[in-house]
């Protein structure tokens, strides 16, 4: 790897990084695969064979809530530990230093480590009592007749179906669009906060206290905005909301990076407000990024979820699989190979900042297509229903 530095432009220093320090690189593998594979796939996998569609229509709401109470915690608990837990007493350090940890960062990571740890425990036996139990008591009841009726789909079958499902592909679109400006967005965000912040204890309290801010707004959304504006405004209108928020986010972001990026150090803004381009870059890129999770928490997985509801029960579970098990991971691996080939022509995220801008400005219009023509058959459906029902 060192011998590949040397050789090899500057642009290619991340890939470089990734080969060099792979263990690190396996290890944010896993943790990215973790939201998709454990809570995404097989939570939720195992919430459907043990609840009815009766229970389901109880609880559903209370793991939304309880997945942004647990965010609200972690980022508490990672600002505190990230400021205030550095070791001081002598026992405590001769402990760290028994492992080799002696800077405050190695401590403050090993603390991460071990909360991640002992959660993991945690996971593990509850999920065994549950199947042991709950899981098991309702297979012997019978469980419902859909879910006795229900065969498994493989996992080409279910891409094709998305594939040739003109509907199905629009949710898709919806679902690709937003992590494909969630990762764009989110890289360039990090790189300014770095720079605003570069110890990493600042950064992780920074980085905690946006994961408690946004564990809040979705918590109260949940509660006071979701239901109601889908109920008040429609499901077109609600599913808007996130394209159209994360596009003024958008320019209000990337117009101070500009600029610093330019040297605008005269603009109206900057000399009103009193602060340097690179703080509000970091301030909009935090606010697009709350409001982004947040809404996604909320009204975009109400929607998106709301979508399949004119698909029959086999229809469902085919776009649900595509969509869920693949969509999401396809936009940010796609987003991620882009920014990758970016940095290695631009050689930083400050230098591809205005290619990011327009491949952003490009795939709002595709999301807001994709979201018009969902609309269109998910109203048809909802008319016909009204008549039958009437």
């Known amino acids: 790897a060192d011998y590949l530095s040397t050789i090899l432009p500057k642009g290619f220093k991340g890939l470089i990084a990734i080969v060099k320090y792979w263990h690190f690189s396996l290890f944010y593998i896993m943790a990215e695969a973790w939201s998709t594979i454990i809570l995404s796939l097989l939570l939720w996998v195992f919430v459907v064979d043990v609840l009815s569609v009766s229970e389901a229509k109880r609880f559903y709401a209370l793991f939304g809530v309880s997945r942004n109470i647990a965010g609200i915690f972690a980022g508490i608990l990672g600002e505190h530990l990230a400021t205030k837990a550095l070791v001081s007493k002598t026992s405590a350090n001769?402990?760290?230093?028994?492992?080799?940890?002696r800077t405050n960062w190695d401590q403050i990571l090993?603390?991460?480590?071990l909360l991640i740890l002992v959660s993991g425990l945690l996971i593990i036996v509850i999920?065994?009592?549950?199947h042991k139990t709950v899981y098991t008591e309702r297979h012997l009841m019978g469980g419902d007749a859909t879910k006795n009726g229900r065969?498994?789909?493989s996992l080409k079958k279910s891409i094709l179906y998305a594939v040739k499902s003109k509907y199905v592909l629009y949710i898709s679109l919806m679902v690709l669009s937003y992590n494909i400006l969630i990762n764009l967005t989110e890289v360039m965000?990090?790189?300014?906060?770095?720079e605003l912040y570069p110890s990493s204890e600042a950064f992780t309290a920074y980085m905690s206290k946006i994961t408690y801010i946004i564990g809040i707004i979705a918590a109260l959304s949940a509660f006071f905005i979701s239901g109601n504006i889908i109920r008040r405004l429609g499901w077109r209108f609600t599913a808007m909301v996130t394209p159209v928020v994360l596009?003024?986010?958008?320019?209000g972001f990337f117009y101070f990076i500009f600029a610093r990026k330019y040297h605008l150090t005269s603009n109206l803004f900057l000399t009103l407000w009193g602060l340097s381009p690179l703080v509000l870059s970091v301030f909009f890129g935090s606010l697009q990024n709350v409001l982004s999770r947040a809404l996604k928490y909320t009204v975009f997985d109400d929607t998106k979820e709301m979508a399949f509801i004119p698909l029959s029960a086999e229809e469902k579970l085919q776009g649900k699989s595509a969509i869920d098990g693949i969509g999401s991971r396809l936009g940010k691996s796609s987003s991620s190979l882009v920014l990758q080939c970016l940095f290695m022509i631009f050689s930083t995220p400050m230098g591809a900042a205005p290619i990011i801008f327009v491949i952003i400005l490009a795939v709002i219009p595709l999301w807001v297509l994709s979201i018009n023509k969902?609309?269109?058959?998910?109203?048809?459906?909802?008319?016909e229903s009204t008549l039958t029902s009437a």
């Open 247 to 251: 596009l003024l986010s958008s320019v």
């Open 151 to 153: 065969q498994k789909i």
């Open 110 to 113: 090993f603390l991460f480590i």
């Open 94 to 101: 001769f402990f760290y230093k028994l492992f080799g940890f």
């Open 127 to 130: 999920y065994r009592h549950l």
């Open 374 to 383: 969902v609309s269109k058959k998910f109203e048809e459906t909802q008319v």
């Open 189 to 194: 965000w990090k790189s300014q906060i770095k």
